[in-house]
């Protein structure tokens, strides 16, 4: 069964960094591309990042360019969300989806299934 | 950047309804839409993926149609578990979603 484990959510001021994680299992993790996207409380979904099965190629949500890194590390199946200078619009539940191949920035390579439960990032001081 | 206009925002039916969600496209996005729906609490759920092809395990009841810039999402016979938000999203270039529809009881 594929399925996707968000972790690192947490409350922190406004400025300071934090990481989130997407543990990954059940299917062959360098095939897929990886995306993050967030939903502030009681809004709608917002596409964050997105980086390749390679991790060789990555995109940003200008709302997050600049501030936040994707990697992925494809010996523990992981995929990071580094968020650096947040901000209180930064609020959200961040969720990562599988894509449904290894490439990304070509038109039809992205609709996201599945999706992890997702992880509570609250920036306030 | 390409934006998605879902409506209506809010649709109030009853169980057995017919149900129909549009979404517009702000430019010719092909057959790249994928429809997903969400409950309070939980991650979206992926329904249809380039416009009209069921994912699957989801039942038939949900339809996809459209191309270009105009899109719907059609339940035939709204059962009580499809009480949800639904959100498109278009994937022609980069990944833009709708603001969602909220379909409620009647």
């Known amino acids: 069964e594929v399925q996707l484990l968000e972790s690192g959510g947490d409350l922190v001021q406004p400025g300071r960094p934090l990481r989130l994680s997407c543990a990954a299992s059940g299917f062959t993790f360098t095939s897929y591309a990886i995306s993050w996207v967030r939903q502030a409380p009681g809004k709608g979904l917002e596409w964050v990042s997105a980086i390749s099965g390679s991790g060789g190629t990555t995109y940003y949500a200008d709302s997050v360019k600049g501030r936040f890194t994707i990697s992925r590390d494809n010996s523990e199946n992981t995929v990071y969300l580094q968020m650096n200078s947040l901000r209180a619009e930064d609020t959200a539940v961040y969720y990562c989806?599988?894509?449904?191949?290894?490439?990304?920035?070509?038109?039809?390579?992205?609709?996201?299934?599945?999706w992890g439960q997702g992880t509570l990032v609250t920036v306030s001081s | 950047d390409i934006q998605m206009t879902q409506s209506p925002s809010t649709l109030s039916a009853s169980v057995g309804d017919r149900v129909t969600i549009t979404c517009r496209a702000s430019?010719?996005?092909?057959?790249?839409l994928a429809w997903y729906q969400q409950k309070p609490g939980k991650a979206p759920k992926l329904l249809i993926y380039?416009?009209?092809s069921l994912e699957s395990g989801v039942p038939s009841r949900f339809s996809g149609s459209g191309s270009g810039t105009d899109f719907t999402l059609t339940i035939s016979g709204l059962q009580p578990d499809d009480f949800a938000s639904y959100y498109c999203q278009q994937y022609k270039s980069w990944w833009t979603f709708g603001q969602g529809t909220k379909v409620e009881i009647k």
């Open positions: 989806a599988k894509m449904p191949g290894p490439f990304i920035g070509v038109a039809g390579t992205g609709w996201f299934d599945p």
């Open positions: 430019q010719s996005i092909g057959y790249w």
């Open positions: 380039e416009a009209s």
